[in-house]
């Protein structure tokens, strides 16, 4: 007897500890399981308090009559599959006659509370068949990204989502994205992220810092062009410009339009071209894009005026070029003059970390999803890296970045400086040796970051 109490206060000592700090271990080992039991066993009487479930029909109430027997009881979506996960469970049901996805939906509250989970949320796969994902601790409290994830080119694993899932950046899908938030919201961060997961890849990266280069420039090695003032921007952004029309008639030369090519041959952006003939697509990070629409004399209104028009060129027809947009700031309003929210009409992926009024925050959601307005403005202060991010579908979802300091994008930058192409239209603009960056040193003896 004693041998079995000293057993079992070690192994609930290992899950206490597991719990604290290691909580996807404790889950697999422990939380699983019983989480499985439970929702299994209270599912019925779960989904009929919830009001997921469908009256019997006629033919059974008449075949009940006939044989007369009781009532048949109302039924429940049925289950099709119950996965666990490294974060939660994953239940795939197929729903009855006469109801909706959006009746699972609107009951993800009441599921959470009803099975003992931290959060619940729904997605339609096809007609009739729903995906509940449920996850059984706080994933967002300590980021931990999945070993292996599945990153294709030009797209990156960036961040974590609330339901475990990882968070792509994909450009061939979403090509501009529009990243707000407020000072030390997580902003910085999750730029890095995007910028570490873009070093290995045979792409562009130009950057546009008006912050004196104190983001991007550390970065420098990797970068094909650098700008960290607005007159620079003006003509690296131009340079932009004319290259996508010299990428535009390379594309013209190729297309070959007769009878005898098939249709999927014909192209119609550099991913059409052949390999020895595309070019190399390009990444543009604009940071703090305040900064380039502020103007206080009548030169600078008509230098805003024409780098506006610039970024606005690029959204809208620089996809077919390769040319990505990546625009971040702190505050984004119609305040910042006209050709504002044409830009923002162009920038379908939207990101928000704390923001510190509505305004911004309506300006990245208010068109696409409104709910996630009120979700970006309630993330508090001390989680920072917490954002809301959204794209024109209507979907929303919390995510946030592991955290990678300036020291370890440093190393990777330099890491993969060897893949920085060279840019005929972007000589100009390519950091020279003398420009200030850091050094790679060993992750291990990483030192606070000096300009």
Same mark, same amino acid.
């Given at each position: 007897? =004693? ?7 070690? #192994?609930?000592?290992? !899950? ?37 479930? #469908? ?15 009781? +009532? ?19 239940? *795939? ?26 959060? +619940?949320?729904? *997605? ?9 994902? $449920?996850?059984?601790?706080? #994933?967002?409290?300590?980021?931990? $990204?999945?070993?292996?994830? @599945?990153?294709?080119? $030009? ?9 475990? &899932? ?32 873009? &070093? ?15 983001? %991007? ?7 094909? !062009? ?7 921007? %003006?003509?690296? %952004? ?5 290259? $996508? ?47 380039? !629409? ?7 209104? *008509? ?40 830009? /923002?009409?162009?920038?379908?992926? /939207? ?5 510190? @009024? ?5 300006? !990245? ?22 954002? #809301? =991010? ?18 370890? &994008? ?19 603009? /390519? ?21």
């Amino acid at each position: 007897m =004693t041998a079995l109490t000293v057993a079992l206060v070690v #192994v609930i000592a290992a !899950a206490l500890v597991l719990r604290w700090r290691r909580p996807a271990w404790y889950w697999l080992v422990f939380g699983a399981a019983f989480a499985a039991v439970r929702v299994l066993f209270q599912y019925t009487s779960v989904m009929d308090a919830c009001g997921l479930t #469908v009256p019997p029909s006629r033919w059974r109430l008449a075949m009940a009559r006939l044989a007369n027997r009781p +009532v048949p009881e109302s039924r429940a979506p049925r289950i099709l599959r119950l996965r666990p996960t490294r974060t939660g469970l994953v239940l *795939r049901l197929k729903l009855r006659p006469g109801q909706d996805a959006f009746d699972v939906s609107a009951s993800c509250d009441r599921l959470r509370h009803s099975f003992a989970m931290y959060g +619940v949320t729904s *997605r339609e796969l096809r007609s009739g068949v729903v995906e509940v994902r $449920m996850t059984g601790y706080d #994933v967002l409290k300590r980021v931990q $990204m999945p070993a292996k994830t @599945d990153p294709a080119p $030009m797209r990156v694993p960036v961040a974590l989502r609330e339901d475990g &899932a990882v968070h792509y950046r994909d450009y061939r899908t979403v090509p501009h994205g529009l990243t707000l938030g407020a000072t030390e919201s997580g902003k910085s961060v999750y730029q890095r992220n995007l910028v570490a997961g873009l &070093a290995p890849m045979d792409v562009a990266l130009v950057g546009i810092d008006c912050k004196q280069g104190v983001e %991007l420039f550390p970065l420098a090695r990797r970068f094909s !062009a650098l700008a960290d003032n607005p007159n620079a921007a %003006l003509d690296l %952004l131009e340079a932009l410009v004319s290259h $996508m029309e010299d990428v535009y008639q390379v594309i013209r030369a190729e297309q070959r339009i007769t009878v005898n090519v098939p249709d999927a041959e014909i192209a119609a952006d550099i991913w059409d071209l052949p390999d020895h003939l595309r070019p190399v697509p390009i990444v543009v990070l604009v940071d703090e894009v305040a900064e380039l !629409a502020l103007f206080a004399t009548k030169d600078e209104e *008509r230098r805003r005026d024409r780098i506006i028009t610039a970024l606005v060129r690029l959204a809208q027809l620089g996809r077919a070029a390769g040319i990505y947009l990546e625009i971040c700031g702190q505050r984004f309003g119609s305040e910042l003059g006209k050709g504002i929210t044409m830009l /923002r009409a162009q920038l379908t992926g /939207r990101t928000a970390h704390r923001v510190n @009024d509505e305004s911004s925050a309506n300006m !990245a959601f208010g068109d696409i999803a409104p709910d996630a307005v009120l979700a970006a403005i309630q993330i508090p202060t001390e989680t920072p890296g917490i954002a #809301v =991010t959204g794209d024109s579908s209507g979907g929303w979802a919390r995510i946030r970045a592991p955290h990678t300091t300036l020291r370890q &994008a440093v190393n990777l930058c330099n890491k993969h400086a060897g893949r920085t192409p060279d840019l005929p239209a972007l000589a100009p603009f /390519r950091p020279v040796a003398g420009t200030p960056a850091l050094a790679s040193e060993p992750l291990a003896k990483a030192a606070p970051a000096t300009a």
